[in-house]
């Protein structure tokens, strides 16, 4: 009978999907005419095509990488913290973890809507969809990550029991 997949396990598990996902990146085909095109009218100009043609075999890729990769930060915090899934500390990190999932995900499919159909792309404060996205989702989400920290911190992250030991390992008295 197998063992359950236990935090200790899941970073590896994570890495590999890491790795699995980069090497799906790599091999997936390079677009014609990826790097660019020349100008219809100015010589010696190139530009590039639709962004469609470019991220098309690289974009749910660039998906699963970025979902994996945003998952292995979020199971990294709570392993360091020592906190258990079913803890207080476990379940909001759990909980920003899959709020970032969340954000990144809709980046991602703003951006596919937007490449898919450039001229119907609508605008939130000042910026397409996928961009409004990224900067006002997925920059600010991380701060969901600085407040569980700076809450937490005298609690679980340094508490008096790893500052001693501290203080003993570099022989300064408490």
Do not use: K, N
């Not at 404060?125 to 700076?150: D, H, I, R, S």
């Amino acid at each position: 009978m197998s063992e359950p997949v236990t935090i200790d396990r899941l970073p590896l598990l994570l890495l590999i999907a890491l790795w699995v996902t980069t090497l799906g990146i790599l091999v997936s085909p390079e677009p014609e005419a990826g790097f660019s095109i020349a100008h219809a009218r100015v010589p010696g100009m190139e530009q590039g095509d639709t962004g469609l043609q470019r991220h098309a075999d690289t974009l749910t890729w660039s998906w699963l990488f970025g979902v994996t990769m945003i998952a292995v930060v979020g199971v990294l915090m709570i392993w360091g913290s020592q906190s258990r899934w079913t803890d207080r500390l476990g379940r909001l990190l759990l909980a920003a973890t899959l709020v970032l999932e969340v954000i990144f995900t809709a980046m991602c499919w703003s951006y596919r809507q937007q490449l898919s159909d450039p001229t119907a792309t609508t605008f939130f404060a000042g910026f397409p969809p996928g961009t409004a996205w990224q900067l006002y989702g997925m920059g600010l989400a991380p701060f969901l990550f600085v407040g569980l920290y700076v809450f937490f911190f005298r609690q679980r992250i340094v508490t008096e029991a790893t500052a001693s030991g501290f203080d003993r390992l570099t022989d300064r008295p408490g």
